[in-house]
């Protein structure tokens, strides 16, 4: 671990670049009725496909970003000083750009030089399923906070959940020190379908301690045209951002997707209160994916769903935290209503 010495501790507890576990999912989703690769959405963060996402947070079209970004500036040191914390723990770090608000309230908070708890510094915990991505965030981090101890872990969100768990309920909790506050921003827990998020959100809860905290980037339900703008630019961006996931399974898996021949399509289903992203065939065609030793033909229009973005509203907020036994604190939210931030709390 770093003790202020200029280092970050890297652990793996998932192979990044499992091509194994890939080739499953995606012979899976292919083969599925309609075809859906959306449950498996790390796939699209290659290189190119973090590229694209970094420019699509930039669009005026996406409020997201910077809708979280003005809440947690307003409301960071609130949020840290109701979670007690001296640790926070971020699933799918990337980056890290907001992140660094937080830990900026917490060290803070602690109201000590280098935000020490009985001599020990305060920590961050990123996972994220780049290793370079985790290097690269804190290595930055270090640099503004020296103090700061990182550990980072290389994993994906739903499998490796529980491995990291267990390795951090290792880590001694000395009494008067404070707790966790584990955060997913973004947005990113809409992209589980109900009965997964359930499951994921009930994996977090048994994981972690009474008095420990969840922060959870929501995306608010509002005016179909502004949620379709945001998943259908102007600029083409997201566009290329969904066909880039065809250049990743050709890259990865031997496929002969031609991504020319689909089209990015993007819609608001009111029913499920959430956005699809889709990629339809403007042709009769068949791909054959080598890797797969598959041959998967698609129909002229027929399409595949390639992820779903859930919206909530503040009811279905609380609904999600009471199914997975976590108290519901508050949802802070902006002037607009476009985007919240619930905090919850793990109580016995």
């Known amino acids: 671990m770093n003790r202020g010495r200029g280092t970050v501790r890297i652990v793996t507890l998932e192979e990044a670049g499992d091509v194994e576990q890939m080739a499953r999912d995606v012979r899976a989703g292919l083969l599925s ?43 960071a040191c609130e949020i840290v000083s109701r979670a007690r914390c001296w640790e926070i723990v971020e699933l799918g770090s990337g980056s890290a750009s907001k992140t660094r608000i937080l830990l900026a309230a917490m060290l803070e908070y602690t109201g000590v030089p280098g935000g020490k708890f009985n001599g020990r510094p305060a920590r961050y915990v990123p996972l994220d399923v780049s290793e370079s991505a985790l290097r690269e965030s804190g290595e930055r981090l270090l640099k503004e906070y020296p103090e700061l101890e990182i550990s980072g872990y290389v994993g994906d969100f ?23 506050l584990v955060i997913l921003l973004g947005g990113t827990i809409g992209n589980f379908t109900p009965e997964r998020r359930r499951s994921f959100l009930g994996g977090l809860r048994a994981g972690l301690k009474e008095g420990d905290h969840v922060l959870i980037g929501t995306d608010l339900v509002k005016d179909p045209r502004i949620l379709e703008a945001a998943y259908d630019d102007g600029a083409g961006v997201t566009a290329r951002f969904n ?33 699809e992203l889709w990629l339809r065939s403007t042709v009769d065609q068949e791909v054959y994916v080598a890797d797969l030793d598959l041959k998967v033909r698609f129909g002229a229009g027929e399409g595949m769903r390639t992820e779903i973005s859930a919206k909530f509203t503040p009811e279905l907020v609380h609904r999600m935290f009471d199914e997975t036994g976590l108290t519901l604190l508050g949802l802070y939210t902006d002037d607009q209503n476009l985007f919240g931030l619930a905090l919850g709390k793990v109580e016995a």
């Open 33 to 75: 009725t309609p075809k859906d690769l959306s449950p498996w959405p790390k796939y699209f963060y290659d290189a190119e496909g973090s590229r694209l996402f970094e420019r699509i947070t930039e669009l005026p079209e996406y409020y997201q970003t910077r809708t979280e970004l003005s809440i947690l500036r307003k409301r």
């Open 158 to 180: 739903e499998r490796s959940l529980a491995p990291l768990l267990s390795d951090l309920a290792r880590v001694d909790v000395e009494a008067g020190r404070g707790g966790r």
């Open 243 to 275: 066909k880039n996931l065809l250049q990743v399974i050709n890259e990865r898996l031997g496929g002969e997707f031609d991504p020319d021949l689909f089209v990015h399509r993007a819609f608001y289903d009111a029913g499920e209160a959430r956005i």
